[in-house]
């Protein structure tokens, strides 16, 4: 079993459309949790960092952590064809000095 | 402001041969962290770099090895390649007390045949 499991997709919903995307993970030292969104042949970029469990809401971006479930999500709301992109998950124990260690990654495909 | 800047984009390779990249971090930070992506899955973690040590790990034979300098900037060498080590090999800058936001660069593309 990998430490962090996401779905890779694709995931193809229409604009305007509430996403929601997941991640599970094995690791219950795990505390620092993180989303990246990787364009095509581009580096990640992150989008939202949450410590422990609870919400965090960030423009049309919310990332949600409960850890006694070791399951995270982050919904876009009203979604553009321009939040097209691959959506990395990312955990931490240690604040980043161990590393993050990431999900593969969920392809979301936004319909005009 | 400049952000995380990797040199060469895309690097062409023989199995048994060296290379190094190079990564300069965005302006203000002071540690960077080296990962590798395979095509299909996300980031691995190689080894994270602080005051010119390495101070953390990932599971990377010695065969990856890397350097900080003093103006935190960063080489990632890989000797003896492997076909297995074609990959984008990504570079992230962040402060030390900060290590949790990691802003990446665009990578560089290493294709080894």
């Known amino acids: 079993q990998k430490e962090v499991e996401q779905d890779p997709g694709p995931l193809s919903v229409p604009e305007g459309a509430i996403v929601s995307l997941n991640c599970t993970y094995s690791n219950s030292a795990f505390q620092y949790f993180m989303w990246y969104r990787q364009y095509s042949r581009k580096g990640p970029e992150l989008l939202m960092y949450?410590?422990?469990?609870g919400n965090k809401e960030d423009g049309r971006f919310t990332a949600q952590v409960d850890k006694s479930s070791k399951y995270i999500s982050l919904f876009i709301r009203d979604s553009q064809p321009s939040d097209s992109a691959t959506y990395l998950c990312?955990?931490?124990?240690?604040?980043?000095?161990?590393?993050?260690?990431f999900g593969k990654g969920t392809h979301l495909i936004i319909q005009p | 402001d400049a952000g995380v800047t990797q040199s060469p984009t895309h690097l062409i390779k023989t199995r048994g041969q060296q290379v190094t990249l190079r990564c300069s971090p965005k302006s203000g930070h002071d540690t960077v962290s080296w990962y590798q992506q395979a095509l299909g899955q996300g980031p691995q973690f190689i080894f994270q770099y602080y005051e010119e040590e390495e101070r953390q790990r990932g599971n990377f034979p010695d065969r990856f090895s890397g350097h900080q300098f003093p103006n935190y900037s960063s080489e990632l060498n890989v000797n003896a390649l492997l076909l297995g080590d074609s990959a984008l090999y990504l570079c992230?800058?962040?402060?030390?007390?900060?290590?949790?936001?990691?802003?990446f660069g665009p990578g560089t593309r290493l294709t080894v045949t």
């Open positions: 949450t410590y422990s469990s």
């Open positions: 992230a800058s962040s402060k030390v007390w900060g290590l949790n936001e990691q802003y």
């Open positions: 990312a955990m931490s124990a240690r604040g980043g000095a161990d590393g993050l260690t």
